[in-house]
Nanobody
Framework: QVQLVESGGGLVQAGGSLRLSCAASGRTFSNVAMGWFRRAPGKEREFVATISQSGGSSFYADSVTGRFTISRDNRKNTVYLQMNSLKPEDTAVYYC?????????????????WGQGTQVTVSS
Protein backbone atom coordinates (compact mmCIF):
# COMPACT_ATOMS: atom_id res chain seq x y z
CA GLN A 1 0.00 0.00 0.00
CA VAL A 2 1.26 3.47 -0.89
CA GLN A 3 -0.17 6.69 0.46
CA LEU A 4 0.49 9.93 -1.39
CA VAL A 5 0.14 13.40 0.08
CA GLU A 6 0.49 16.48 -2.13
CA SER A 7 1.44 19.93 -0.91
CA GLY A 8 2.61 23.25 -2.27
CA GLY A 9 -0.48 24.42 -4.07
CA GLY A 10 -1.88 27.90 -3.72
CA LEU A 11 -2.77 31.14 -5.43
CA VAL A 12 -0.22 32.76 -7.72
CA GLN A 13 -0.29 35.47 -10.36
CA ALA A 14 0.25 34.66 -14.00
CA GLY A 15 3.94 34.37 -14.77
CA GLY A 16 4.72 33.18 -11.28
CA SER A 17 6.03 29.86 -10.01
CA LEU A 18 5.01 27.13 -7.62
CA ARG A 19 6.66 23.90 -6.52
CA LEU A 20 4.43 20.98 -5.73
CA SER A 21 5.61 18.11 -3.57
CA CYS A 22 4.20 14.64 -3.17
CA ALA A 23 5.33 12.62 -0.18
CA ALA A 24 4.88 8.88 -0.40
CA SER A 25 4.70 6.29 2.31
CA GLY A 26 5.57 2.66 1.76
CA ARG A 27 8.57 0.79 0.46
CA THR A 28 7.56 0.65 -3.18
CA PHE A 29 8.07 4.33 -4.02
CA SER A 30 11.61 3.89 -5.34
CA ASN A 31 10.52 0.96 -7.51
CA VAL A 32 7.79 2.67 -9.53
CA ALA A 33 7.34 5.56 -11.90
CA MET A 34 5.46 8.60 -10.67
CA GLY A 35 3.21 11.07 -12.40
CA TRP A 36 1.34 14.31 -12.05
CA PHE A 37 -2.16 14.87 -13.40
CA ARG A 38 -4.57 17.74 -13.10
CA ARG A 39 -8.28 18.42 -13.33
CA ALA A 40 -9.51 21.87 -14.21
CA PRO A 41 -13.06 22.97 -13.36
CA GLY A 42 -15.54 21.39 -15.74
CA LYS A 43 -12.88 19.33 -17.49
CA GLU A 44 -11.62 15.79 -17.37
CA ARG A 45 -8.43 14.82 -15.59
CA GLU A 46 -5.40 15.22 -17.84
CA PHE A 47 -1.82 14.05 -17.83
CA VAL A 48 0.85 16.59 -16.90
CA ALA A 49 4.19 14.83 -16.39
CA THR A 50 5.76 11.50 -15.53
CA ILE A 51 9.15 10.34 -14.30
CA SER A 52 10.66 6.88 -14.29
CA GLN A 53 11.60 4.89 -11.21
CA SER A 54 15.25 5.99 -11.42
CA GLY A 55 14.51 9.54 -12.46
CA GLY A 56 16.41 9.03 -15.69
CA SER A 57 13.41 9.46 -17.98
CA SER A 58 10.59 11.94 -17.97
CA PHE A 59 7.82 13.05 -20.28
CA TYR A 60 5.53 16.06 -20.36
CA ALA A 61 2.24 17.12 -21.82
CA ASP A 62 2.68 19.56 -24.69
CA SER A 63 0.86 22.24 -22.72
CA VAL A 64 3.53 22.32 -19.98
CA THR A 65 6.70 21.40 -21.85
CA GLY A 66 9.39 23.98 -21.21
CA ARG A 67 7.59 25.41 -18.18
CA PHE A 68 7.20 22.47 -15.78
CA THR A 69 9.87 20.11 -14.47
CA ILE A 70 9.24 16.83 -12.69
CA SER A 71 11.88 15.39 -10.37
CA ARG A 72 12.14 12.88 -7.55
CA ASP A 73 14.23 12.12 -4.51
CA ASN A 74 14.03 8.42 -3.73
CA ARG A 75 15.84 8.89 -0.44
CA LYS A 76 13.02 11.17 0.71
CA ASN A 77 10.21 9.26 -1.02
CA THR A 78 9.14 12.50 -2.65
CA VAL A 79 8.32 13.62 -6.16
CA TYR A 80 8.22 17.27 -7.18
CA LEU A 81 6.66 19.39 -9.87
CA GLN A 82 8.34 22.74 -10.44
CA MET A 83 5.93 24.99 -12.30
CA ASN A 84 7.23 28.19 -13.88
CA SER A 85 5.63 30.80 -16.12
CA LEU A 86 2.22 29.81 -14.85
CA LYS A 87 -0.85 30.69 -16.87
CA PRO A 88 -4.49 31.03 -15.83
CA GLU A 89 -5.23 27.87 -17.82
CA ASP A 90 -2.96 25.95 -15.44
CA THR A 91 -5.58 26.44 -12.72
CA ALA A 92 -6.63 22.98 -11.55
CA VAL A 93 -6.42 20.44 -8.79
CA TYR A 94 -3.09 18.65 -9.19
CA TYR A 95 -2.76 14.99 -8.30
CA CYS A 96 0.31 12.84 -7.96
CA UNK A 97 0.13 9.16 -8.70
CA UNK A 98 2.27 6.05 -8.35
CA UNK A 99 2.46 3.75 -11.35
CA UNK A 100 2.22 -0.03 -11.46
CA UNK A 101 5.76 -0.32 -12.83
CA UNK A 102 9.10 1.46 -13.21
CA UNK A 103 8.72 3.04 -16.63
CA UNK A 104 7.10 6.34 -17.53
CA UNK A 105 3.34 6.28 -17.98
CA UNK A 106 1.12 8.81 -19.71
CA UNK A 107 -2.22 7.08 -19.26
CA UNK A 108 -4.10 7.28 -16.00
CA UNK A 109 -4.86 3.54 -16.11
CA UNK A 110 -1.12 2.96 -15.66
CA UNK A 111 -1.29 4.30 -12.13
CA UNK A 112 -2.22 2.33 -9.06
CA UNK A 113 -2.23 4.87 -6.25
CA TRP A 114 -3.46 8.45 -6.21
CA GLY A 115 -3.17 11.37 -3.83
CA GLN A 116 -6.01 13.61 -2.73
CA GLY A 117 -4.85 16.57 -4.77
CA THR A 118 -3.72 20.13 -4.16
CA GLN A 119 -5.37 23.22 -5.61
CA VAL A 120 -3.39 25.53 -7.88
CA THR A 121 -5.02 28.80 -8.86
CA VAL A 122 -3.38 31.20 -11.30
CA SER A 123 -4.84 34.67 -11.48
CA SER A 124 -4.58 36.86 -14.57
Amino acid sequence: QVQLVESGGGLVQAGGSLRLSCAASGRTFSNVAMGWFRRAPGKEREFVATISQSGGSSFYADSVTGRFTISRDNRKNTVYLQMNSLKPEDTAVYYCAAAFGPTIQRASYGYRYWGQGTQVTVSS
